[in-house]
């Protein structure tokens, strides 16, 4: 119980260093390539995401999609990749090689589409190599590039705002 305080604290120091040194760089480069954060316990409807990647042309093999849940789900019958906290180690390291890998791809664009103040969740979307980060309204404003403030129900809002902004930013190809 005392460790995982400590882990807990431990984290949160890392996390609050890797939030520090990021550096934001907003380009005009096209949206190619998508990933998205989801967290399941919140959300579990994934063709919501597979349409919002259609529309901003995202071609379906350029859309990644990794699901967190709290506490680890065992009858995900419609998703592979559901990660834990037990896939966090200290300092915020990742023991998953699959959710390392999701971390490393240079994304586009990368969406978190979560509300729940999760410690992970914040990990994921911090240490995600994406070019742009998109949220929905949370604790932490130095997540994200672009904060959308929608709530999670009002999903038909959040899409017509992301294709607004995105084009504005002059990201989506034609």
Not at 18 to 41: C, F, Q, W
Not at 137 to 156: C, G, H, P, V
Request: proline fraction near 1%; charged fraction near 35%.
């Amino acid at each position: 119980m005392i460790l995982k305080g400590f882990k807990e604290k431990s984290n949160k120091k890392h996390l609050n260093k890797l939030l520090l040194e990021r550096e934001v760089s907003v380009t005009d480069t096209k949206v190619e390539s998508l990933g998205l954060i989801l967290n399941i316990d919140e959300i579990d409807d994934f063709d919501l995401f597979r349409t919002l990647a259609d529309y901003i042309n995202v071609r379906p093999n350029k859309l990644k999609i990794i699901a967190f849940s709290s506490k680890k789900k065992d009858n995900l019958n419609t998703w592979d990749e559901c990660y834990s906290p037990k896939d966090f180690g200290w300092k915020g390291r990742i023991k998953n090689i699959e959710l390392q890998s999701f971390l490393n791809t240079k994304f586009d664009t990368l969406i978190s589409y979560y509300t729940k103040d999760d410690l992970e969740l914040k990990f994921l979307t911090v240490k995600s190599k994406a070019k742009f980060k998109i949220g929905i309204l949370q604790t932490d404003a130095r997540l994200n590039d672009l904060i959308i403030k929608t709530s999670l129900k009002e999903f038909d809002v959040f899409k017509a705002e992301v294709y607004k902004y995105l084009t504005i930013l002059n990201k989506i190809k034609e």
